[in-house]
């Protein structure tokens, strides 16, 4: 019986959810794997496989017969159903009950240690802990994802292992490029492909052992297209400055330095790309297996797809080799974060669901998500031909569980910035939060001004907020490189302000020993520090210049009332030359235009200056003014018509006269 029809019986018999079980079984068969099933004679035969479990099903005939009769009519009944089946889409399972489809790269420096190896003794021992929550496959990690691995597992990142793909690099002035949007395109709408004599030889090998080959060969049309040029890749990339040239064939690493003019990539279908998996699972987890070194060590990072995001790098030591299958795997299940899908996010607060959480019965499964638990928020929204705009995690943001009810939970949301996490939710747009596992003791933080690395903000004061409380703890400077450590404490998630000169410049939700290092590019308080500092001077000024304009209008009277007339005037003509109100306000503007340059685009610093400079100015607009002088000149008039003016005693002699 072939696997089709199995399938379509299968379906019709026992629902959509007997189908996807055979369709797993399958896939697992000719991976060389399954979940929770040993691998035995029937796994090498899909069509074996399905005949077993087809065996293993209850008799649909209510007397326990299996008649020719009743065998033709169900066959006709299946074919019918299953056809009707066919043309209605499957939908997915709800996502607290959807598995997580993981694929385990194995990059090893020994030749004896690969896949096939440690597949049957790895899947026993994941199957402890995932039986019912991941759909596992293990394979070795492509070579250029080995080679990279085998370097330096945390340097990982989606464009360093995708790099090796062969892509379809295709001018953006072509004529037809706006109608390619597939490989199948491209061998309708272009005349050649070309590309180096080997890559071109590997992309036909890899299309004619692909199965599907011959059963769609029009899916490879684009084949045709491939010309072989002499030289290597650096000559392939000359050829994409000639006028004549359509497309090249080249990796995805070099695709992304073509330009003038830009490139339009597309991805061709074959077997093995490192892309390609990234689609096809949630989750990738690239082991790192080191036998030639003393101790033995085993690494994993994990690959969360969607986000394509990489985990934080998780390492244990090997003492035999005896014992590699279950330290990989003990391993790998260290390396396992969980994901919260967010339905709901606030300014403070989200709700989300778990991923997979109700198929895990236990309370203990790695699957589920507790009280205190800390995530990392990410988002991802992609354009109408589902390719990433924005991607990744929010610089600066963490949530932290409140509530568990079954696969629900609530959590509160901390950031520098707020409404990362807000907006409208379409299909588009995917909103994730993937559970945070410290591996070390502390992170460095570094400060450092915006758009200058090299410029560190030197002795800026950081403080420990609590969580449920507004109560602050000084926790320390930063030296001479804006470097501070910050360690950890009871609770995992720390909420650290910045201060400069009293002015809190930033918030930095941070988990020490997330990462080993943290930088935050802040926009330096050192400009409104130097205006706040001229400001508090001027203010100075001006109450040292009310003093000295009180002092001199004393002298000024007392010699009037004298009769000093010329000693007065000596006295007001020294008056005249203290600065003046017209004085203070050009020079003060001319400082304010100077700091608001030096500051730029910052809005919150910028009004700080300006509320500065407006206090000062009606502080010098009250009390340096032209009033005392002209009551002065006022006294100085009649002094000189009578004399001198009247001393204190005769002024209230003729007050007490009239």
Known sequence: MSLANTKNRYRTRYGVGGALLLASVAWFSIAGNSTGMAADSTSANPTAAADSIETLTPNPNPDGSDSPESETSAEATSEDAAGELEARPEEPPPFDYAPYRVLIWIASDNPRINAASLRERLMNFIDRDFFSIWRTAIADAPPAVATMAQ????????????????????????????????????????????GTKARVQNIIDRVQSDPEFQTTPAKFGWTDKLTAIEGDAVAV??????????????????????????AKLIV??????????????????????????SPMNVQVTELDTLMRHFGSVNSMPLASEGHLAEVVGATVRDAFSPVVRIDNAGQKSATGLVRAAGLALDKNSPAHIQVGDVLQPMVR??????????????????????????????????????????????????????LVRPRLENTTLRLHAKGDPNQPLIGY??????????SMTFVGRTNWNGVMTVGQIESPLRLLYVKNGGAVLARLPIVPGHYPLAVADLAGDDMRLQAEAYIRGVQNVIIDLIAVRELFKARIMMRLKKGEIKEAEELLEGLRNEPSNERIANDMGKKQTDFLKAIGRNANQ????????????????????????????????QAKQDGKLPSDEESETEDADK
């Open 151 to 194: 370097r330096d597992l945390s340097s990982l990142d989606f464009d360093v292992i995708a790099g090796s793909d062969p892509v379809i690099a295709i001018k953006r002035t072509h004529k037809d490029s706006l109608r390619i949007h597939f490989a199948s395109d491209a061998g309708r709408f272009l005349n050649s492909i070309q």
């Open 237 to 262: 990339q000359e050829l994409w400055k000639a006028e004549s040239t359509e497309a090249i064939l080249v990796s995805r690493g070099m695709a992304d330095t073509l330009d003038d003019p830009k």
């Open 268 to 293: 061709p279908p074959i077997k093995g790309q490192v892309v390609q998996a990234i689609e096809e699972f949630d989750k990738i987890y690239i082991v790192k297996v080191q036998s030639e070194t």
């Open 381 to 434: 929204k992609d354009d109408r031909n589902g390719k990433p705009m924005t991607i990744g995690p929010l610089d600066w943001a963490y949530l932290i569980t409140t509530e568990v009810d079954g696969e629900k939970v609530k959590m509160d949301f901390h950031a520098g910035r707020m409404g990362g996490l807000q907006g409208r939710s379409n299909n588009r747009t995917h909103r994730m939060g993937v």
């Open 461 to 470: 004061e950081i403080y420990d907020k609590e969580l449920d409380s507004k």
């Open 606 to 637: 910028q009004a700080k200056v300006d509320q500065m400079f407006s206090t000062t100015r009606s502080l010098l607009s009250k009390h340096i003014n032209p009033k005392i002088i002209n009551e002065l000149e006022d006294a100085m008039i």
